[in-house]
């Protein structure tokens, strides 16, 4: 995971150093080229704003997803390292916000509290649709289109109510919505798995079981 992180600073610093010029500024560039009769001609160019990406993550904590899920405890506290616009949550039914929680605390004590309930209880079954509704009444109005949600989970709902409406509105409002599923594509669909209606509400769905798999989702992110 250290590894993961130097190799999307890298990116980064990267890509601040290669950032391209706005549109040609056609009144600076006459005034600028007056004094010297227009030969040679020096354009001039508008000041692109940096775009300030935004990314929020939503990480299940349940016991089904336990061990997978400090993998992904983890990659959410460096997104919050890397980035300066990152809101982090984590949820069983209920859901919480940890990102203070994690700028505050050591990366394993952080991740040691978000999973043994002192954020939200973890006594409860999963129920995904309950927590995206919440999350959708609570938060919808902090989404924009510099938003990137990431839901990070197996999407077993224990046949609760699915509330696939709560993901939608999180897909309009945003950039982009992509789920990390920790289960294979075969097992969507049975049981209690609701990852193929959740599928419909993501821009994206990918399946992340390895660090390898992590990668890749990662360096989306903080493209070259």
């Keep these: 995971m250290r590894a ?10 990267r890509r601040g150093r290669s950032k391209r010029k706005g549109a040609l500024h056609p009144l600076r560039t006459l005034r600028k080229n007056l004094t010297a009769g227009g030969i040679p001609m020096v354009p001039h160019f508008r000041t ?12 299940d904590v349940s016991d089904s997803v336990r061990n997978a899920s400090r993998m992904m405890l983890l990659f959410m506290y460096t997104l919050q390292e890397l980035f300066t616009r990152v809101r982090s949550f984590v949820f ?21 509290l978000a999973t043994a309930g002192k954020v939200i209880s973890v006594a409860s079954n999963s129920n995904y649709g ?8 609570g938060y919808l109005g902090t989404i924009s289109r510099r938003s990137t949600v990431l839901v990070i989970g197996d999407g077993r709902n224990n046949y609760n109510p699915a509330h696939l409406w709560a993901l ?14 920790t289960e294979p594509k075969t097992s969507w669909g ?18 992340v079981q390895t660090l390898a798999d992590l990668e890749k989702v990662a360096s989306q992110l903080v493209p070259t």
């Design 4 to 13: 993961l992180a130097e190799k999307l600073k890298s990116r980064l610093v």
């Design 48 to 59: 692109r704003r940096p775009q300030r990406p935004e990314v929020v993550v939503l990480c």
């Design 92 to 112: 069983v039914s209920e859901i919480g916000e940890v990102t203070q929680l994690f700028k505050d605390t050591a990366p394993e004590e952080a991740i040691d």
């Design 130 to 137: 309950h927590a995206l509704a919440k999350f959708s009444r």
């Design 168 to 181: 939608e509105d999180l897909k309009r409002k945003a950039k982009r919505v992509v789920w990390i599923c």
């Design 190 to 207: 049975f049981g209690d798995s609701e990852m193929n209606n959740y599928a419909r509400g993501c821009h994206q769905v990918v399946t």
